[in-house]
């Protein structure tokens, strides 16, 4: 973008009160499918209210509604680079992809088609979730035609085989089925944070398996965010890379309003620094994902949830 246009310039605290006017993410227009300025959208923030994925305690889909009113308290500035995102890429809210509650195929569906329509016109998403099986109909819709690296922040690996005996997705299988579906690079994935208790360890056998990089989280915290990260960036490289962020990846101190959750993880602090480390690798498109409003407390999980967003929009360049 050459200059800001004030089309795309979020609404300034400065001239309404940030509790005030209709939400949309961090205050951008709203440019849904078929508004007339949707093709000069360069970076497109999406809501996939779904949670059919979840196989325990479920609430994600109202995820894209709290993390939108959050949003609404994100500035124009990143407090240590400077890097003023709006300014950079003309960005706006796309609004929701409407689901089908009741139709995991048809949902499904709409949601890659969605994506294909954004890849087909060149603007990248930014995701807000949604539970995690959301991810793989974005893998779906762009990394059809080239498979895609990964950087994936979270407590698990969602790299599971099918639960309760049968072939269905779920939220603990959208790695596992994308590796199978030629979607990530398997040499480029990376997953950072893994903890709790486990029933086996198939998923884990399926990463070695296939040379999938896991650092849980005792190597996280013993070698730290900048090492770690180092790390990350090299085994992404240079090529078109995926960013996930589930929001249990964070200890649940600091992020309760989620379905699974696992104790012992990393503070806000680190959330936000493992996306700042981010810098330089070359970033498609990226997604957070698994905000559960309904166990949420004083809406912490929410703002957590909209800060890692603005910092991943910052990540994107
Ligand atoms: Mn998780
Ligand atoms: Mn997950």
Redesign the pocket.
Known sequence: MSSPDPFFTPVSGMDLPRFAGVPTFMRLPYVPEGHPRFAEVEIGLVGLPWDGGVSNRAGARHGPRALRDASTMIRAQHPVSGVRPFERRRCADLGDVGPNPVDMADTLGRFEAFFARLDARGIRPLVAGGD?LTTLTVLRGIARKEPLGLIHF?S?T?LFPPYFGGTALT?GNPFRVAVEEGLLDPGRMVQIGMRGTAYDLADRDFAAANGIRVIPIEEFMARGVADVMAEARAIAGPGRTYVSY?I?FVDPAFAPGTGTPEVGGPNSFQALEVVRGLAGVNIVAADL??VSPPFDTGGITAWLGASILFELLCAMG
């Open positions: 995690h979270d698990h969602d939220h589930d249990d994902v698994e």
